[in-house]
């Protein structure tokens, strides 16, 4: 007898159930609202998510197809958020998983009417407040007491989800309704100490500038009171391996670290390498690939800058901690290392991306508010507080190569200078050079009050500072009509060298130090003249309101200023001509004779009094807004691009 039973021909692949479940979630063409099971929803998130179909399935819905399932959306939404709030496994973590992806795939859609649209698709207009409500407490509760830290982190991958897709939209508002604040402390409290503290962090910095200058934003007011030193030192050390690690990643195209002497080495400099024996030979990338590689740098965990910042500007303990925590182990760099390295690297190569030039302005105003205040000011000039800083020297010209044991000023002013000499172009991005000066001049100005001294090579940055001043005058008639806030370039560079000349003695380690800044200044006194003349610096002040291109530099201060290096250079000029018209030394003096001149030029030099040539304007946010709204922007898109592993 024959069976009734009939094989079925076997499918050329298996496809898994999640995949298919997926498939009849969205399979309604109709208009009518198809209500699932729950047993397709208990079923549903039973299974492991599949990352993978499920992005295919999302990606080739667009934003009106997703309005027309606004329906299939709304309950995965809901359904994910009661099966969190059960908090029983593995149906919790599936959920988050299914969030996570979900909500950066449909949230990175490009619709019509944003705000409305991804309130339609996600929760409703009539139940949005129900709806996230619910899921920030979900959310929250989580990331406070969940039963694990994987299930912890996985509620803040959701947080950062949502954060980042719907920052442009009143979506996140429901974070601030529900403050993350103490479940974030206590989850980075709670965490092993190799664990580090970038994604809770990270979702900090995003949530504190959340509208921050349309509204009082309860974040900072967070930062603000908090001071458990404990967990503020894991976010230190967690920032300091997350900025070594971004650090890494402009080593991998170009290797930049000198070469110690080997037996090698030592065999090639006395003409004999062939007896060395052989090695691998690391090849750098050709000049296109170079190029693509470090334009597309920092990499997107860069993003925890904003954080940092924030937290510098609203609490003096973490600033204090940033810049005082120690290596651990001794192998490792210092947190304050770690950033200064990464600084230095994103700096070297700012021209190549506004992206890598907003995180170097972000940087520098970080640096800046630590040396605003006095107190960390001084640990930063103590050469009893030697601090070890890997700098960029991936393109000439080099930075000269300095012990280890140096204060950390010292180290921010060669990434200072290092800045200036790399990003000269004809187009110059102005407000990039305006804080690299503001900061030279804020650390002089401090030398000077404080009377402190450390050996560094001052030649180089006095030869710095001049050489921008050469391009500036050389390529003024371009500049000026470009930058109605050139001015604020000139009166930060003037400074620093009207201060050099009042007071270098005050800070330069010896007498030979003073006398080569003289003799550079004597080097460029042609060219002081002719800046000037270019910047119009004779005018006296306007009260006019509108910019007049022909007067961009016409401040007081920075006519005094180059008034005084006019005067100087003059002086000095003028007994080197004696001394030629004597015939002692002959028409072309060497340079040791000019030094000889210029020391015993010092005692009939005349200078005026100098007031206020060490004053500052303290930061204020308010003024750097546009470019704190750009940067924050920048750091949404990375920590979108994180999440989707990019």
């Known amino acids: 007898m024959a069976s009734p039973l009939t094989q079925q021909a076997r499918p050329s692949s298996f496809q898994p159930k999640i995949s298919h479940l997926y498939e009849e979630l969205f399979k309604n063409e109709d208009e009518d609202e198809v209500l699932h099971s729950e047993g397709f929803w208990l079923e549903f998130f039973l299974l492991r998510p599949d990352k993978t179909?499920?992005?295919?399935?999302?990606?080739?819905?667009?934003?009106?197809?997703?309005?027309?399932?606004?329906?299939?959306?709304?309950?995965?939404?809901?359904?994910?958020?009661?099966?969190?709030?059960?908090?029983?496994?593995?149906?919790?973590?599936?959920?988050?998983?299914?969030?996570?992806?979900?909500?950066?795939?449909?949230?990175?859609?490009?619709?019509?009417?944003?705000?409305?649209?991804?309130?339609?698709?996600?929760?409703?207009?009539?139940?949005?407040?129900?709806?996230?409500?619910?899921?920030?407490?979900?959310?929250e509760n989580i990331i406070r007491v969940g039963r694990s830290p994987h299930l912890r982190q996985k509620a803040v991958q959701v947080a950062l989800s949502l954060t980042s897709g719907a920052y442009q939209t009143s979506l996140v508002s429901y974070f601030t309704h529900r403050d993350l604040f103490p479940a974030l402390m206590k989850y980075i409290q709670d965490a092993e100490i190799q664990q580090p503290a970038f994604?809770?962090?990270?979702?900090?910095?995003?949530?504190?500038?959340?509208?921050?200058?349309?509204?009082?934003?309860?974040?900072?007011?967070?930062?603000?009171?908090?001071?458990?030193?404990?967990?503020?030192?894991?976010?230190?050390?967690?920032?300091?391996?997350?900025?070594?690690?971004?650090?890494?990643?402009?080593?991998?195209?170009?290797?930049?670290?000198?070469?110690?002497?080997?037996?090698?080495?030592?065999?090639?400099?006395?003409?004999?390498?062939?007896?060395?024996?052989?090695?691998?030979?690391?090849?750098?990338?050709?000049?296109?690939?170079?190029?693509?590689?470090?334009?597309?740098?920092?990499?997107?965990?860069?993003?925890?800058?904003?954080?940092?910042?924030?937290?510098?500007?609203?609490?003096?303990?973490?600033?204090?901690?940033?810049?005082?925590?120690?290596?651990?182990?001794?192998?490792?760099?210092?947190?304050?290392?770690?950033?200064?390295?990464?600084?230095?690297?994103?700096?070297?190569?700012?021209?190549?991306?506004?992206?890598?030039?907003?995180?170097?302005?972000?940087?520098?105003?970080?640096?800046?508010?630590?040396?605003?205040?006095?107190?960390?000011?001084?640990?930063?000039?103590?050469?009893?507080?030697?601090?070890?800083?890997?700098?960029?020297?991936?393109?000439?010209?080099?930075?000269?190569?300095?012990?280890?044991?140096?204060?950390?000023?010292?180290?921010?002013?060669?990434?200072?200078?290092d800045a200036i000499n790399h990003n000269l172009r004809r187009r110059l991005d102005v407000a990039l050079y305006i804080s690299c000066l503001r900061l030279i001049h804020r650390l002089l100005a401090y030398l000077v009050f404080s009377r402190t001294r450390f050996q560094y090579h001052w030649s180089l940055l006095w030869q710095t500072l001049l050489s921008l001043l050469r391009f500036l005058t050389t390529y003024a008639q371009d500049l000026i009509p470009l930058h109605a806030d050139l001015g604020s370039l000139l009166d930060p560079l003037l400074a620093c060298l009207a201060l050099a000349v009042s007071a270098g003695d005050a800070f330069l380690p010896d007498p030979a130090a003073y006398d080569d800044f003289f003799y550079k200044l004597v080097e460029a006194g042609h060219y002081l003249p002719r800046f000037k003349q270019a910047f119009n610096l004779q005018q006296p002040v306007t009260t006019s309101s509108v910019v007049n291109p022909s007067s961009i530099g016409a401040g007081g201060a920075a006519t005094s200023a180059i008034d005084l290096l006019i005067q100087v250079s003059t002086h000095y000029h003028d007994l080197l001509e004696t001394e030629k018209g004597k015939g002692r030394m002959g028409s072309n003096l060497s340079p040791r004779e000019v030094g000889k001149v210029i020391r015993q030029g010092h005692e009939t030099l005349s200078l005026p009094a100098m007031d206020g040539l060490e004053r500052w304007d303290r930061w204020r946010e308010g003024d750097e807004k546009g470019m704190l709204k750009r940067v924050t922007r920048v750091a949404v898109a990375d920590t979108a691009r994180l999440l989707r592993g990019g």
């Not at 059960?86 to 990175?108: F, H, K, Q, R």
């Open 53 to 139: 179909s499920l992005q295919r399935r999302f990606e080739d819905l667009t934003p009106d197809n997703l309005l027309h399932f606004q329906s299939e959306t709304q309950q995965l939404f809901v359904r994910a958020v009661g099966q969190i709030k059960t908090a029983s496994a593995p149906g919790d973590e599936n959920a988050l998983d299914t969030l996570t992806v979900v909500l950066g795939l449909i949230l990175a859609k490009r619709y019509t009417n944003p705000s409305a649209d991804i309130i339609a698709v996600l929760a409703g207009l009539d139940e949005v407040d129900a709806v996230f409500t619910d899921f920030a407490n979900a959310i």
């Open 199 to 417: 994604e809770p962090f990270l979702l900090l910095g995003l949530l504190v500038n959340y509208n921050k200058f349309e509204f009082r934003n309860p974040y900072r007011l967070r930062l603000e009171d908090f001071v458990n030193e404990t967990t503020i030192q894991k976010i230190v050390r967690g920032l300091g391996k997350v900025c070594s690690q971004s650090r890494n990643h402009y080593v991998s195209p170009q290797e930049d670290i000198n070469e110690r002497w080997t037996l090698s080495s030592a065999l090639a400099y006395i003409g004999l390498g062939i007896l060395a024996p052989s090695k691998i030979v690391s090849t750098a990338p050709g000049n296109e690939d170079a190029k693509e590689q470090f334009a597309a740098l920092p990499e997107s965990d860069a993003a925890i800058l904003l954080g940092t910042y924030d937290f510098v500007n609203a609490n003096k303990l973490f600033c204090f901690s940033l810049v005082t925590c120690p290596p651990e182990p001794k192998t490792e760099e210092a947190p304050l290392g770690a950033f200064l390295s990464l600084t230095s690297y994103i700096l070297h190569h700012a021209y190549r991306s506004p992206r890598a030039t907003l995180y170097g302005l972000l940087n520098l105003a970080t640096l800046r508010l630590t040396i605003e205040d006095p107190v960390l000011c001084k640990h930063l000039c103590s050469p009893e507080s030697p601090l070890a800083v890997r700098f960029c020297r991936q393109k000439p010209p080099f930075l000269p190569s300095a012990p280890d044991s140096r204060p950390a000023a010292a180290s921010i002013l060669d990434i200072l200078i």
